[in-house]
């Protein structure tokens, strides 16, 4: 009983749990983001952009110059150029928000759950994607 409309939706979903995924590794390790900062065309979706807040809860802050790879020049230019000391300082005085989306708190609630049956299922997958993967190279080459 599904349509193109939930296949889409489980896709958007998926990609929002990779994120997670990869957030939780990093905490493993450390590194506790606060928020995420995007850019580029992905943000035209605020309803993708909200669902990233909600399954990540944590903010998710839009910035005004959508075209990263053209603002992250501009910002190795300047420091190479001397006019901030480093990238850091660079991207503070350089990278502004537009807007932020918060996370609703019981749809993160939820979302836990399905996040933590990704992260179990996902090395399985991972060894069948590279299996794929491989194959097809060696199909191309």
């Excluded at 599904?2 to 889409?8: A, D, G, K, N």
């Excluded at 749809?107 to 836990?112: A, G, L, S, T, V």
Aim: with cysteine; aromatic share 8%; hydrophobic share 35%.
């Amino acid at each position: 009983h599904h349509r193109r409309e939930h296949i889409y939706h489980a896709i958007q979903e998926a990609n929002c749990y990779g994120v997670e995924h990869n957030l939780r590794t990093m905490k493993s390790l450390g590194y506790h983001p606060r928020s995420l900062t995007v850019c580029g065309g992905a943000t035209k979706s605020q309803a993708w952009l909200q669902m990233h807040a909600d399954i990540l809860g944590m903010d998710v802050n839009v910035t005004k110059v959508q075209d990263g790879p053209a603002l992250g020049s501009a910002i190795l230019g300047a420091v190479a150029a001397g006019r901030y000391a480093s990238l850091q300082e660079a991207a503070q005085a350089m990278v502004h928000e537009h807007y932020t989306l918060s996370p609703d708190p019981e749809k993160h609630e939820e979302y836990k759950f399905w996040v933590d049956r990704y992260t179990e299922i996902h090395p399985a997958m991972r060894d069948i994607q590279h299996s794929i993967a491989d194959h097809m190279s060696d199909l191309e080459g």
